[in-house]
């Protein structure tokens, strides 16, 4: 299944949606209501509907299956996508990014490989969605792009093996690990990166379009990946390079740390970045990332008034 959070006229209108013979948009609640009567908060928010488990997942099947004998006559729960506004796909507790987990990108970041996943956390309000704009902020002129296969945790957690890792997991987005070149260094030659300027400014973690379900998604470590600004190639890899695979960072994030449903780690980048091309995001650009079997997730980059 492909999911996703969305609302029709006012934000605080959030719905789970699906995508329907690759095209449309089918309105959960909206067919619940029609079919059953008042829908359940699982079909009002996807972190909700993860947290529901598997009977939230027969709900969902369920309701598809009844739609399809009623098709004809529901049209109205049939959305395009140009009609709904994109919500951050999922609202977790917690975004974890692993740095240099491409050797390529480890290269052009002018860093050592490493033998442990490197980890840093993204605010959580720093998420947008589909279509939502990026800001240049006022105190950085190097706003650059990460494209990223995210997993989505499916159910809580703590001293994940390896080997259980994929229970965990709920499926997949993208994610786009916006950067600010520019402050990525400390003020004091005794630190290294400064995290807090370097990757949590506003606007700075574009994710979605849409969750797509593990059972949909075999093997994550074999996706084309590729992120465009105006057409143009910038970054082109496959997430078979990386070097800490998606087991390995469940397991190490959830040493002593819970994880709950919802909650995004995104594993890391190919080359091509700004950093070490030089290129960064300009003012009325448009960026474009793709994921093969995912889709696109689409944002304009505007200045900060």
Request: include cysteine; charged fraction near 25%.
């Amino acid at each position: 299944m492909k999911l996703l959070s969305f609302y029709r006229g006012s934000p605080k209108d959030s719905r789970v949606g699906l995508v329907y013979k690759d095209s449309k948009i089918l309105d959960l609640p909206y067919l619940y209501e029609y079919l059953y009567g008042t829908p359940p908060d699982w079909l009002t928010d996807l972190t909700k509907l993860l947290k529901g488990g598997s009977p939230a997942l027969k709900l969902v099947n369920d309701l598809i299956n009844d739609f399809k004998k009623l098709e004809s006559n529901l049209v109205g729960a049939l959305l395009d996508e140009d009609s709904v506004t994109f919500l951050p796909v999922v609202r977790p507790k917690k975004v974890f990014c692993v740095a240099v987990n491409y050797s390529e990108h480890s290269k052009e970041a002018g860093s050592a490989s490493i033998e442990e996943p490197y980890i840093f956390m993204k605010r959580i309000d720093t998420l947008i969605a589909h279509k939502q704009p990026i800001l240049i902020p006022k105190i950085s002129s190097q706003v650059d792009h990460e494209i990223e296969l995210a997993v989505i945790i499916g159910k809580k957690g703590k001293y994940i093996s390896a080997k259980e890792a994929y229970d965990y997991i709920a499926g997949y987005t993208i994610f786009n690990d916006v950067s600010f070149r520019d402050l990525r260094k400390h003020s004091s030659p005794r630190y290294n990166t400064n995290w807090l300027y370097a990757k949590n400014l506003d606007t700075a973690s574009p994710i979605g379009p849409y969750l797509v379900t593990k059972d949909e998604i075999p093997d994550p470590h074999n996706l084309t990946i590729k992120l465009e600004v105006n057409g143009e190639v910038r970054q082109q890899g496959n997430t078979s390079s990386m070097i800490h695979k998606i087991p390995e960072l469940i397991e190490y994030v959830s040493r002593g740390i819970t994880l709950y449903p919802g909650d995004v780690i995104s594993t890391g980048t190919p080359s091509g970045t700004g950093l070490g091309t030089g290129k960064f995001l300009k003012e009325g650009d448009v960026m474009v990332g793709y994921i093969e079997r995912i889709g696109r997730l689409e944002n304009r980059i505007i200045r900060e008034q």
